[in-house]
């Protein structure tokens, strides 16, 4: 059981006036006196800090039991009826949830302090992060395993209709350490009256010592005055606490063991072989740059139920009792396109074997969309390079009609992760095949007339866009073949981005009409990023560029970041750099273009060119104004993200050749700021909020 109290468990506990010991102190609390309580939800299904809203605060190990058979020792117990229900009544199905062992690293820590002044109390805004450190902040992160403090960032739901739906969100800065424990308090806040906000009656009778006859209230209290404890040393009391509670970071067996898993069997399988393929066109191309574009099919194993098709999921069984691990279930046969460069014959007709790329298309696209077409055009203006690429199947161009159908009902959410995660196979099987001598090198369409190979086989690396890059970062964790990668306009932790994405715009009307009420979108949010952690960076950043999974290598990868994206938000991207500890090009900015008190807090710079620290942050300012600091998406002049994804300037090819080649990051804005010259608001643009390309 987990601090949840059942049965004859619970009515002991009350017999025996709640002298159980504390989980670290060893002593029984010293009661000073009694308190009424009447509880608004059965204490079996939601938390009582919660008050009205059952699911709050969030995380939380109150909806955790005990399990000595995991990596943290204890397992996410959700009940259905503490999940969001739709329009139509039904509660999300906690199952695929409750194989976790602990909660997502990114996770938005969400609580309602109903009429919370956030400026008033001092929270540490988005733009000043350094505050969620400070001494005497109103809200402490602290990781009870180390005993340190961490940083965020706390924002009011903008988008609420009204207090009663207002959602405190506390964000990580950095990602939350795998298998941790974290203790939340909140201390010292008031209302947008100037009154101070007081504790809720559950939460006062722990910290005042007051006893109840609750026997599930009284069954938690050891393990809250284990968090009082926990808190006093690190110089947090009790007294002025409006709040505490703590949760379990899942860990990284738990976040990565079904894609290693399979990548492991799927290679095993493979051995020395190369994957089966079939070239089913090749065509001269009529773009820039490009000689030839050629379209194919591969075999890859497939751990899907069964076509694999949308809406299938990992063939795993179903439940806490049944192994996380995948089975093989055939073969899924995917789709490739690659884009071979003008560069890759010379005039006199030999070959001048290419560099090889795979590609990661963008949000809900495809293999054959203008992603690839547009950037392997630019990029062989300025490198010999063929790019590969499949698609992102669980979130690509097939699975739309599902998507509105999971944001219905979102019990079938877990086909979006468990689909992405068969989709990083099919990534890993085609860079196989474009490395191997009997892969595509050994198909006329990718050799000379006389059947030179027009492939140089020494080496791949990944290029990818967008969602190519949120997806792209966990693929590369795991990646086996290539070291390096440029991911632009990346950022991990879809449940952050979601209401900072104008691309989230032509899917609101389905999910605000499933999940009428705002909270109950937001936790169901909050909920499948746990999920969602597994197909994509934010399960798998802390492996990434250090500590990298078992027989694989740390990669090293630039981050490029378009200041001002309507559609990934610079703050996920700047979340991401300082999990993976990128250094950022400096100067990132010109003065007085971030909003922020200290613009990249904590990011480490480097301004030595060329630099070969390992990974980097760079920042593109194409004269779109600052992103709003609210959780919404900013919408002010021109969406910069295509001009970094789609169409980068020269400059960028030239970064992300340099570095992809040898690892070096080189100067490519003449020791300033990297911006496009005449844009609005940068050093020499003109005045005005637009942007320019």
Same mark, same amino acid.
């Given at each position: ?293 050629? !379209? ?101 161009? !097939? ?136 197909? !994509? ?36 991207? !700047? ?119």
């Amino acid at each position: 059981m987990g601090w949840k109290s059942r049965g004859l468990v619970a009515a002991l506990v009350l017999l025996l006036g709640a002298t159980a010991c504390s989980q670290g102190s060893g002593r029984p609390p010293d009661l000073k006196g009694k308190i009424d309580i009447t509880l608004s939800h059965d204490p079996a299904v939601c938390d009582p800090l919660g008050g009205e809203r059952c699911l709050l605060p969030f995380p939380n190990d109150y909806f955790t039991v005990a399990d000595h058979l995991t990596a943290t020792g204890r397992r996410v117990d959700l009940d259905q009826a503490a999940t969001p229900a739709n329009a139509s009544g039904v509660h999300i199905d906690p199952t695929e949830l409750n194989r976790n062992d602990g909660f997502s690293p990114g996770s938005a820590i969400a609580v309602l302090l109903e009429g919370l002044d956030a400026r008033a109390s001092g929270l540490a805004p988005v733009t000043d992060l350094a505050r969620s450190l400070d001494e005497d902040a109103p809200i402490v992160l602290l990781d009870a395993t180390t005993g340190r403090r961490r940083p965020y960032y706390a924002e009011l739901d903008s988008r609420a209709p009204d207090d009663a739906h207002r959602l405190l969100f506390v964000r990580p800065a950095e990602n939350l350490l795998e298998g941790h424990r974290y203790v939340v308090a909140v201390r010292d806040v008031v209302d947008r009256a100037g009154t101070a906000i007081g504790p809720s009656d559950v939460f006062r009778a722990y910290r005042d010592r007051l006893r109840t006859d609750v026997a599930e209230v009284e069954a938690r209290r050891p393990h809250i005055e284990d968090l009082f404890s926990t808190l006093r040393q690190a110089g947090v009391g009790r007294g002025d606490l409006v709040l505490a509670w703590d949760f379990t970071v899942a860990s990284g067996r738990n976040l990565s063991e079904r894609l290693l898993a399979m990548r492991d069997d799927a290679f095993q399988q493979l051995g020395d072989a190369a994957p089966a393929f079939t070239v089913t066109a090749s065509r001269p191309s009529s773009r820039a740059n490009l000689l030839r574009e050629v !379209e194919g099919t591969f075999e890859v194993p497939s751990y899907l139920t069964s076509t694999g098709g949308p809406g299938s999921v990992l063939n795993n069984g179903n439940g806490p009792g049944s192994s996380p691990i995948p089975e093989r279930n055939g073969t899924y046969t995917a789709q490739f396109i690659c884009t071979v460069p003008t560069s890759a014959v010379e005039a006199d007709g030999t070959a001048a074997p290419t560099r090889l790329a795979l590609f990661g298309h963008g949000l809900l696209g495809s293999a054959a969309r203008g992603d690839l077409y547009g950037v392997s055009s630019r990029f062989s203006a300025a490198t010999n390079t063929t790019f590969c690429a499949t698609s992102w199947i669980g979130m690509s161009e !097939e699975d739309v009609p599902t998507l509105l159908a999971v944001l219905g009902d979102m019990s079938a959410f877990r086909t979006v992760p468990d689909r992405l995660q068969q989709s990083m196979i099919n990534f890993l099987f085609l860079g196989r095949l474009m490395l191997h001598p009997d892969g595509l090198s050994a198909d006329p369409a990718f050799q000379t007339a006389d059947g030179t190979p027009l492939l140089d086989q020494r080496s791949l690396s990944f290029f990818g866009v967008s969602q190519g890059s949120i997806v792209g970062g966990a693929l590369n964790a795991v990646a086996q073949d290539w070291q390096r990668a440029f991911l632009s306009v990346p950022a991990m932790n879809f449940s952050t981005l979601v209401d900072r994405s104008i691309d989230f715009d032509a899917f609101a009307f389905a999910f605000d009409r499933a999940y009428p009420d705002r909270v109950d979108r937001q936790m169901a949010l909050v909920l499948a990023q746990t999920l969602w952690d597994r197909g !994509e960076t934010n399960g798998y950043a802390q492996h990434l560029t250090r500590r990298p999974y078992q027989g694989t290598r740390a990669k090293e990868v630039m981050l490029l970041e378009a200041f001002g994206d309507h559609q990934v938000a610079n703050v996920a991207t !700047e979340v991401m750099a300082r999990t993976i500890d990128a250094q950022l090009r400096a100067p990132g900015l010109a003065d007085g273009r971030s909003p922020d008190v200290e613009p990249f807090w904590r990011i480490d710079t480097t301004s030595r060119f060329p630099d070969r620290h390992g990974s980097y942050l760079v920042v593109w300012d194409f004269g779109t104004p600052a992103p709003p600091v609210e959780n919404v998406p900013n919408r002010a002049g021109e969406d910069p993200h295509n001009w970094a994804g789609r169409t980068p300037p020269d400059e960028v090819l030239e970064l992300a050749t340099t570095f992809l080649d040898d690892g070096a990051l080189v100067d490519t804005c003449g020791g300033g700021p990297c911006y496009t010259p005449g844009a609005a608001g940068t050093p020499g643009g003109v005045p005005g909020d637009g942007g320019g390309g």
